[in-house]
């Protein structure tokens, strides 16, 4: 495992991260959540995320007993706030980044977050009070940096245009082989504004894995009605995927290893977030660290079946 240096920030995270949307507290029983928890520490894995509304709380709760007693300088834990978390519980206003700051901790057992993320942009409160709520949380120990997630562009710029608040150090947007909306113009301009990029979703919510490759089966998230687009799985896309599953072959790859080697191709971005509901699946994806270099004639070919996807074409569910 390599590390990198995350925006202007001074944490050192791993290339690979390890997220907890639909498996820790939800989708996974708490052994088996456990020793994936484990098994990432033991690979090299420091940088866990989370979110206070994944499983409204049950993320946050599970992860807090799993860390308790490990040093808290070991690992870099970052969570989000936004969405809701009851009828009259959501969004940036002051209040609600002070309330949910205070019941993230608690659950999550500690005294501060080095990473604390705006999930989505609010626009019913003013950029302003989110940004002076967000500095106040910062001068009091409470979070080290904080960062975004799909915001708007010119609302960014108008928070880096702000003196006298905390600076953004991370985004976390959505890319993978098959959705590349960040480039280039939202890469660069982190880059350009010391704003590490946290990527999530690098497999696609599975497309980018060998689970579709022959149909829909049984018990995958897309057998279960409302839970993925029918634009992801069309047939022009798995033809797409097939062909980027017979590349991994030839590296001697899983077509989950080629798509997250290929997203660490660019020391832009930061770290790449993972999910996993088995120590097997975990061992899976970071297989990836062992191959990440991919030539230049093997990227122009990759570059014939990776998409530039728009950016409305993956579906979005309420907490992600």
């Known amino acids: 495992m390599k590390y990198r240096k995350l925006g202007d920030s001074d944490l050192e995270v791993s290339e690979i991260s390890l997220g907890s949307w639909l498996t820790f507290g939800v989708g996974v029983e708490a052994d088996k959540a456990r020793s994936c928890l484990e098994e990432a520490f033991a690979q090299g894995i420091n940088f866990i995320d989370t979110a206070n509304v994944y499983g409204r709380g049950a993320a946050e709760t599970f992860l807090g007993g799993a860390l308790e007693g490990r040093p808290r300088d070991s690992f870099v834990l970052a969570t989000k706030v936004y969405f809701p978390m009851s009828d009259s519980d959501s969004g940036l206003s002051r209040a609600q980044i002070e309330k949910q700051l205070e019941v993230s901790l608690r659950r999550l057992r500690t005294d501060y977050l080095d990473l604390y993320q705006c999930h989505r942009y609010d626009w019913d409160t003013p950029l302003e009070e989110t940004m ?189």
């Open 132 to 320: 002076e709520a967000l500095t106040r949380a910062v001068d009091s120990g409470k979070v080290r940096y904080i960062g975004f997630s799909e915001w708007p562009a010119e609302r960014i710029q108008a928070a880096l245009d702000m003196t006298g608040v905390a600076r953004f150090v991370s985004s976390q947007p959505r890319y993978s082989l098959l959705d590349r909306h960040v480039e280039p113009s939202h890469v660069a301009f982190c880059r350009a504004n010391g704003i590490g990029m946290i990527v999530y979703s690098p497999l696609a919510q599975g497309v980018l894995t060998d689970r579709y490759l022959t149909g829909i089966p049984e018990g995958s998230r897309a057998s279960r009605p409302g839970s993925m687009s029918p634009d992801q799985l069309t047939e022009e896309t798995m033809a797409k995927v097939r062909s980027l599953n017979e590349i991994a072959e030839r590296r001697g790859q899983t077509l989950a290893q080629l798509a997250l080697a290929w997203t660490l191709r660019d020391p832009r971005m930061t770290s790449t977030l993972i999910g996993a509901s088995s120590v097997e699946q975990l061992d899976d994806s970071l297989g990836a660290l062992d191959n990440l270099e991919i030539g230049d004639d093997e990227l122009a070919e990759i570059d014939r079946y990776a998409t530039d996807s728009d950016i409305n074409l993956w579906a979005r569910s309420s907490s992600e």
